[in-house]
């Protein structure tokens, strides 16, 4: 009998059916007058028992010398296993389950326990040309986990959930060890047990491991204040077929030469497997305090925003919503589609975490800038009702597709100087090429730095009669008037197999040529999520 666990989220939704929202009025009303989306029979769900896996290509023999390695029980080819484990979520992998084509498919799973057992796990793979993907949270969005088999004969899901303990805790220093399969809300109960916290919270937050924001460079929330989740990591620990590292262990910070770190933290699975990550903290907030803006023009927001974090006056969490973005009210899960023509402009929301002197400080001075850069104050409220339902909006897009529309994301970065024709480029790419269709394009700003800032992209739009290559055209023409404008082709989501084409123009070919030569040294063979990154 297994005793692998099986992933939470349902293999063609965002989370659990239990988390499923309806579509409210007014967004039936936007899908139905303004795109002119409907639904019909290509648009319904298959259930997981009707739909068709790839036969599994492993042998029975590969199979047994698994087992002999993890134990039987950590061992599984069953369906449900292997379909959960099949995509991500984008949309092209929610589209796909709707296909009702036969979908490839890792041909077994395989859970070590230990450091130990993933090595021998890795070095039989080997030997035996089996491919190893990992698989954390599954909340993927640009084909991480795809099972690519490359040149392999056959591949394998490595699942790391059974890393799933606070290994330790040093309250002097700040530090903590987590297990590489731990869910971001587990790791967060766990640490405030000691009055701690990571506080990093991508949208992903509900699913997403521990693992998975080291091995794609996460970015979440809260990174005005506390970072993206790369600068939260003091070590890694991480399996590789040919032997186990622990990188960065020796000092906060070092000159010893490159830092290895660097080497991981991005590497999506391709260079090893990371098991541990320890990590820099932060005390649990005594108190939080909010305040919403609105500014008549994106231009303007953007200019505020810079000003707030060039002068550095704190805010744990800063987010400007352009016009669209704002009159749709996106920033709000209940009440997204509610528009009310009186109210204009562009939304912007501070948060700030700490002690009640410091958080008022670092309110009264942000609120003095933002009002000088022309803000207009409008409470907290708007920021206490985005917080309440911050990671609820992915489930809408599984009702939306119910309805034929296309509904995704997308993401980049740039300098501040650069930001408006990086936008105005990505926004034109889409609406000039999902072809047949009205667009509704809406950008936000969540993640800034002192040179510059991320711009992350919502898109809906109604499905044409070939829903894949209508997107793919679409997603195309934007990652090249993204390398055309100044941008990184992902500040956040990953390269996974979507972004790989765009690797060279992002490093250079001299640059893929120095990650191939570190592949060849840590896995000579290629087993290492074959297809994705470089």
């Not at 609120?367 to 206490?384: F, H, N, Q, T």
């Not at 800034?448 to 992350?456: C, I, K």
């Not at 992209?457 to 209508?470: C, G, I, K, L």
Request: negative net charge.
């Amino acid at each position: 009998m297994s005793e692998v666990t099986l992933p939470p989220m349902q293999h063609n939704l965002w989370g659990v059916p239990a988390e499923e929202k309806p579509l409210s009025n007014s967004i039936k009303k936007l899908v139905t007058k303004v795109l002119g989306a409907k639904a019909t029979e290509e648009h319904r769900r298959i259930p997981a028992a009707e739909i068709k896996l790839s036969e599994p290509r492993i042998t029975a023999a590969q199979i047994a010398g698994l087992q002999k390695i993890v134990g039987a029980g950590f061992v599984t080819q069953e369906h449900e296993q292997r379909l959960r484990r099949a995509r991500g979520k984008s949309y092209p992998d929610l589209l796909d389950w709707r296909s009702g084509a036969v979908i490839d498919a890792p041909d077994a799973v395989v859970a070590p326990g230990t450091e130990e057992e993933v090595l021998e796990v890795l070095r039989y793979c080997s030997a035996e040309k089996i491919a190893v993907v990992t698989f954390g949270g599954g909340t993927t969005v640009v084909g991480g986990v795809a099972p690519k088999s490359g040149a392999m004969k056959c591949v394998i899901s490595l699942d790391v959930n059974r890393f799933n303990k606070l290994e330790d805790v040093d309250k002097v220093s700040l530090e903590a060890t987590l297990g590489a399969g731990l869910t971001g809300p587990h790791a967060e109960f766990l640490l405030a047990e000691h009055g701690l916290q990571l506080g990093h919270f991508p949208q992903s937050f509900p699913y997403a491991s521990i693992g998975g924001y080291a091995a794609t460079r996460s970015s979440g929330q809260n990174s005005a204040g506390y970072g993206r989740f790369d600068s939260m990591v003091r070590s890694l620990t991480v399996v590789t077929p040919q032997g186990i590292l622990e990188v960065g262990k020796q000092a906060p910070a070092s000159a010893a030469g490159p830092d290895l770190r660097q080497l991981f933290l991005g590497s999506e699975g391709t260079l090893g497997i990371i098991t541990r990550v320890r990590v820099r903290l932060h005390p649990l907030p005594e108190m939080k305090r909010y305040e919403a803006f609105s500014f008549p023009d994106f231009r303007s927001g953007v200019n505020a925003v810079r000003e707030v974090i060039q002068q550095g006056t704190g805010p744990t969490v800063i987010r400007l919503s352009d016009d669209i973005e704002s009159s749709l009210n996106l920033s709000s899960t209940d009440k997204i589609g509610e528009t009310k023509k009186e109210e204009k402009g562009c939304l912007c929301l501070t948060m700030y975490e700490g002690t009640p002197e410091h958080t008022a400080s670092r309110l009264q001075e942000t609120r003095e800038l933002l009002i000088k850069m022309g803000g207009v104050s409008l409470g907290e409220a708007p920021v206490r009702q985005w917080e309440q339902g911050r990671f609820g909006a992915p489930v809408l897009r599984d009702a939306l597709l119910d309805n034929g529309v296309i509904c995704e994301t997308l993401e980049t970065a740039g300098d501040w100087s650069n930001l408006p024709k990086l936008r105005q480029a990505v926004v034109e790419a889409l609406t000039t090429n999902l072809e047949g269709t009205p667009a509704i394009v809406m950008c936000h700003v969540s993640h800034v730095y002192a040179e510059g800032a991320s711009l992350y992209f919502t898109v809906v739009a109604a499905q044409s009669a070939h829903p894949h290559e209508q997107w793919w055209k679409a997603k195309e023409a934007t990652c090249r008037a993204i390398e055309a404008n100044g941008g990184t082709i992902t500040h956040h989501h990953g390269v996974g197999t979507d972004h790989r084409p765009y690797m060279e123009q992002e490093i250079g070919d001299l640059g893929v040529q120095i990650l191939h030569a570190v592949k060849a040294e840590l896995d000579p063979v290629g087993i290492l999520n074959p297809g994705k990154l470089f």
